[in-house]
């Protein structure tokens, strides 16, 4: 939590994270392709940082009736309530709302930097009213890594290459180690698999469907095309014993689930 509030709240490094991720066309489509307009409706933004979700998409999606963000870091929430969000200061693993209000929750790159996943995609699961959606995305799927030390090198090796390239997140020791200490799990052997959303949506009532995706498609994960991932990433996966072309070897899991 205190790694969470420190990064996205840093005036200069939430706005770099605002004006880069998540910003991609292909994002774009594919988020407006699953929830369809936002006019008049409730949305809560779980992990919302500095506005993200609507930063991206705000344009093509509607204005909702009430677009409430949620997150730790109060810095992140000022940048948030620029752009139209209501801001709530709040752990996104208890959360302080009614239940079954919200047409659409988004939970966008949050899981993984939370300490419970189960207790936050229930919490925001929770919120959701009858017809209503929960979307989550860009949370790393557990098997695009073998959980081995080749991993695992790769992993750590990664990081000084990133501070000489001076990647965002990582273009100083300092950043560097508030962003990565953010990503609770993130590494190899970390993540998710789809049977999680499965085991813990669908005995709550809803219909679930998870699309293994790799950043690089837009509305067509929908349709099952994961997208290709980067050349470095394929070599770094083929080198630990991962083939990138195979479902299991996508990067990230987007959950598509309606409360029936």
């Known amino acids: 939590m205190q790694a969470n509030s420190c990064y996205f709240g840093h005036p200069k490094w939430a706005r770099e994270y605002l004006e880069v991720v998540h910003r991609d066309a292909e994002t774009q489509e594919r988020w407006i392709a699953t929830t369809g307009s936002w006019e008049n409706k409730i949305v809560v933004d779980i992990g919302c940082a500095p506005g993200n979700v609507y930063a991206a998409i705000g344009d093509r999606a509607g204005t909702p009736k009430l677009l409430i963000g949620v997150d730790i870091s109060r810095g992140g929430l000022e940048i948030a309530q620029s752009l139209g969000y209501i801001p709530v200061l709040a752990d996104g693993q208890n959360l302080p709302f009614i239940s079954e ?64 390239l001076g990647r965002g997140g990582h273009a100083t020791l300092d950043e560097q180690f508030w962003s990565t200490t953010t990503e609770a799990h993130h590494r190899p052997g970390e993540g998710i698999a789809p049977k999680f959303f499965h085991d813990i949506l669908e005995p709550l009532g809803f219909s679930v469907d998870v699309y293994p995706h790799n950043r690089t498609a837009g509305a067509e994960v929908l349709s099952g095309d994961r997208g290709r991932a980067a050349w470095n990433i394929r070599l770094a996966q083929r080198l630990c014993g991962v083939n990138p072309d195979s479902p299991t070897g996508a990067l990230v899991l987007m959950c598509v689930a309606q409360r029936l």
């Not at 919200?102 to 966008?108: E, G, H, K, S």
């Not at 949370?139 to 990664?158: C, E, F, G, P, S």
């Open 101 to 164: 209000f919200a047409d659409i929750v988004f939970l966008n790159a949050a899981l993984h930097h939370c300490d419970d996943m189960e207790a936050m995609l229930r919490e925001a699961a929770r919120l959701v009213r009858p017809g209503g959606l929960i979307v989550t995305d860009h949370d790393v799927q557990r098997t695009m890594w073998k959980d081995n030390w080749m991993a695992h090198l790769i992993w750590n090796a990664r990081l000084p290459l990133y501070r000489l």
